[in-house]
């Protein structure tokens, strides 16, 4: 076509040709007879002196014929363009300085078939090489590629080129018959791989084989009989094209006018010639009169007529390098046609041209870099036809796969895995090896939501998940909700508390002048302050936490309850202070450290201080841990800080009811065993709530609730309650009295009261009118003291009960008030 077409104008390109049979000796015989002169080649000093008629050569098709022929043109500087030879060592420009090929080297197809096959995820595969050149170089590339894609060889063999093949392909067979890999990558020629399909054949061993350059588009192979029994076949070539035109010249052969081809003349002698019949005869051979005129479509069918295209791109990359060398225009070349090959080597180099709309040029290693086809051998009958289904670009480094047109065996891509793969929610455990692994579940927080997933990935900030997750869900947040059960029940024992304490406050005020109220009626309105306080931080214990609502529920408890402690302490204190001493000038000096509201102000301010230091200090904060009773939520709680102040206030608040039960168990009386029991409620309390407190973190805000509302309560049924009910009772008495008879007075001698005793009833003193009941220690009494039946035991027994009573706390004369108002 370059002759034809005027590409070099006035110039014939012509050709030798050598067929080397795949032997290396026979190549370099062939390169050597190629560049006799006179006959024999000429041994040179320097290669700027040698001048062969053969300017270029094309070839090796194979690369243990290619690197020898390369060794040798590269001392002459004589250009040799392969269109098939791939091995890297090639691309070596100190060793192989002329050599250039129109495809890339293997370093880039052992990258693509790695790649191919971690497309499919197939990472355990078996490899069968071929022991020279090519087999060594495409292997040891393919096996580094294969590391970083993580796929592991389940076995390797190794085929010699000559010796013992057939008795070595057997084992190889047997080896790949009784191996788990369902993928096979085969390394070898067209000669080796029939020989390994037939004994596939023969047991009808079906594998997914992965074809390499050298074999992926033989005709020969895709006719073998029982092709369809080995399974699925894929692989690489070169990137390929049609040549124009090529398909009709191939069914119209026939030599130029006036040239001898004796190749043509040999194939229609086989093809058309009746005396001479073969496999290739053709049908219609005993028809023809004229061998060398008669045609067909047979090449068509019999060649892959694609695999030339690289020839074509081989002659044109030396066409036009020998076009700038000659400066040729469109109508002639004015350069010396007996130009030094090294000449056309240096501009070889450099040359870059367009071909079929595709630009062409060699790298700095004499290479192309466009890439590869990935092709599918399909059924076709009996046999089978290479289709491309996807390609390999070296810019991009990944490979493209049409998977539309690709048609599985089994209509699903093939399994060729050492473990069974990983579902959501597992990871991999790799063992020794990196292919093989246990599936374990994902830990909690961590999720995978893909197959065979390397490793879990971590939940995003505000979600988690649950072992062996393949999502992550948000976060469910748990607090006290105002609409929760225990929060209702809260709340309704906090607005009775508040009831409570209200009730009594308006109680006291209503009674004030009462004696059992007269003169504890502002100590037990502070304390009534102080309880309602306390309620109000338990009310602060419900609903979403935060800072603020932290720092109040803490501080209002411990003020406020400090608060109603600090009363009680006063009334327990004064009792004490009384019993200390029945002289008169002793409970004068004892009466000066009974000062109640002082005390009062000294410890509630000194809870103030320790609540302050908290705060600044060690402050509370809000919490969200996770919870270890509910799946996927988060506690928001409040913090308690390092706990030395939460500890120091509540140490000191049982300090103060250790003191109140102390002094009030020293003078214990009527008027003392309501401090007694509400100390006792509260230090049982908290006694049992602490361990829970530490130990359950999710439930301290239930246990200080439980433990304030205890406390509260402790305090309003021990000190209010007892006084509503006396005096309640009294009243009703009162009113008894009102309409019983009078009966004859008597002193109970066992209790020291005196009594108006009729028939089945008795009334206290306290309701009898002072006309009718008084007496002056001075004059004599008109009663006969004799018919009252008081003993000297009993008046002693009276005045010690008078003195212990919280209604009469002054001092007294030993003598008596001329008249008993009230007891």
């Not at 054949?201 to 588009?217: F, G």
């Not at 000194?606 to 904060?621: E, G, K, R, T, Y």
Request: hydrophobic fraction near 40%; include cysteine; charge should be neutral.
């Amino acid at each position: 076509m370059i002759n034809d077409s005027g590409f070099l104008p006035g110039i014939q390109l012509g050709y030798l040709m050598c067929d080397p049979c795949a032997y290396a000796t026979k190549a370099l015989h062939c390169v050597a007879d190629m560049l006799a002169v006179n006959g024999s080649l000429t041994v040179l000093s320097g290669f700027s002196k040698f001048n062969p008629p053969v300017k270029a050569f094309l070839g090796e098709r194979y690369t243990e014929t290619s690197i020898p022929a390369a060794k040798l043109l590269s001392l002459y500087k004589i250009p040799q363009v392969s269109c098939s030879s791939s091995a890297a060592a090639l691309s070596d420009k100190l060793r192989y300085t002329s050599f250039f090929r129109v495809i890339p080297s293997n370093i880039y197809q052992s990258q693509a078939l790695a790649k191919l096959m971690r497309h499919f995820n197939w990472d355990w595969i078996g490899i069968v090489s071929l022991d020279d050149d090519y087999g060594k170089g495409i292997y040891e590339n393919f096996v580094r590629h294969a590391e970083k894609e993580r796929i592991c060889f389940d076995f390797d063999e190794v085929i010699p080129n000559y010796d013992n093949v057939k008795q070595r392909i057997q084992e190889v067979a047997d080896i790949i018959r009784n191996a788990t890999a369902r993928v096979v990558v085969l390394f070898l020629r067209i000669q080796q791989v029939e020989m390994l399909f037939e004994e596939m054949i023969k047991t009808n061993t079906s594998r997914t084989w992965i074809a390499s350059n050298a074999w992926s588009m033989s005709r020969l192979l895709m006719k073998m009989k029982g092709i369809n029994k080995v399974g699925d076949i894929i692989g690489t070539t070169f990137i390929t094209g049609k040549i124009p035109g090529f398909e009709d010249y191939l069914q119209n052969l026939r030599p130029r006018p006036g040239v001898r081809n004796d190749f043509i003349m040999e194939y229609k002698q086989m093809r058309f010639n009746c005396s001479q019949q073969s496999q290739h005869t053709s049908p219609l051979a005993c028809n023809v009169t004229d061998p060398q005129e008669a045609n067909d479509d047979y090449l068509l069918q019999a060649v892959d007529v694609t695999e030339a295209y690289s020839q074509r791109v081989a002659v044109y990359a030396v066409a036009h390098a020998m076009k700038k060398l000659l400066q040729c225009n469109d109508t002639a070349c004015s350069g010396d046609t007996n130009f030094m090959p090294y000449e056309l080597l240096h501009i070889l180099r450099k040359v870059n041209f367009t071909l079929d709309n595709q630009t062409y040029k060699f790298n700095e290693n004499g290479d192309f870099d466009d890439g590869y086809d990935i092709m599918m051998w399909k059924k076709n009958g009996d046999e089978r036809i290479s289709e491309v289904v996807g390609k390999y670009l070296i810019k991009t480094g990944d490979v493209e796969i049409y998977k539309y047109k690709i048609p599985w065996t089994n209509t699903t891509v093939p399994l060729s895995k050492c473990s069974t793969p990983c579902p959501p929610g597992t990871e991999k455990n790799i063992n020794y090896i990196s292919c093989c692994y246990n599936c374990t579940n994902c830990s909690e927080g961590y999720y995978s939501d893909e197959w065979d997933q390397l490793a879990c990935e971590k939940c995003p900030e505000g979600s988690w998940s649950l072992p062996g997750s393949r999502e992550c869900q948000k976060w469910s947040i748990w607090f006290l909700e105002w609409s929760a059960a225990y929060s209702i029940v809260v709340m309704i024992g906090t607005v009775i508390g508040a009831l409570l304490l209200v009730f009594s406050f308006i109680f006291y005020i209503l009674h004030r002048e009462k004696p059992i109220i007269k003169g504890i009626l502002v100590i037990s309105c502070l304390m009534k302050f102080g309880l309602m306080v306390s309620f109000g931080g338990v009310i602060l214990f419900l609903g979403s936490p935060n800072i603020h609502l932290c720092r109040a529920q803490q501080t209002m408890y411990g003020l406020g309850f400090t608060l109603c402690v600090s009363c009680i302490l006063v009334k327990a204190l004064h009792i004490f202070l009384e019993l200390m001493s029945s002289n008169p000038a002793k409970q004068r000096q004892l009466r000066k450290f009974d000062k109640p509201f002082v005390i009062i102000g000294i410890l509630t301010a000194s809870q103030a201080l320790i609540c302050i230091f908290w705060m600044v200090f060690d402050p509370v904060d809000v919490e969200e841990k996770q919870s270890k009773t509910q799946l996927l939520t988060l506690n928001r709680l409040c913090t308690q800080g390092s706990m030395y102040g939460f500890g120091a206030m509540h140490v000191y608040i049982a300090l103060l009811a250790v003191v109140c039960f102390g002094l009030a168990f020293k003078g214990r009386d009527d008027e003392t065993d309501p401090i007694v029991f509400s100390m006792l409620i509260h230090l049982f309390a908290w006694l049992c709530f602490i361990p829970i407190f530490i130990t359950q973190y999710e439930s301290r805000p239930i246990v200080q609730i439980s433990g304030t509302m205890v406390s509260n309560y402790g305090v309003i049924f021990c000190h209010f309650t007892p006084k509503w009910f006396k005096i309640f009772s009294e009243k009703a008495e009162t009113l008894k009295a009102g309409k019983a008879p009078v009966a004859p007075l008597t002193i109970d001698s066992d209790s020291g009261v005196i009594s108006n005793l009729t028939s089945g009833s008795r009334e206290s003193t306290h309701s009898i009118p002072q006309s009718r009941f008084s007496f002056a220690e001075s004059e004599p009494s008109n009663w006969d003291i004799g018919s009252l039946h008081l003993s000297e035991a009993s008046i002693a027994s009276f005045r010690h009960r008078r003195q212990r009573s919280w209604r009469s706390r002054r001092l007294r004369p030993t003598s008596w008030n001329p008249t008993i108002r009230s007891l």
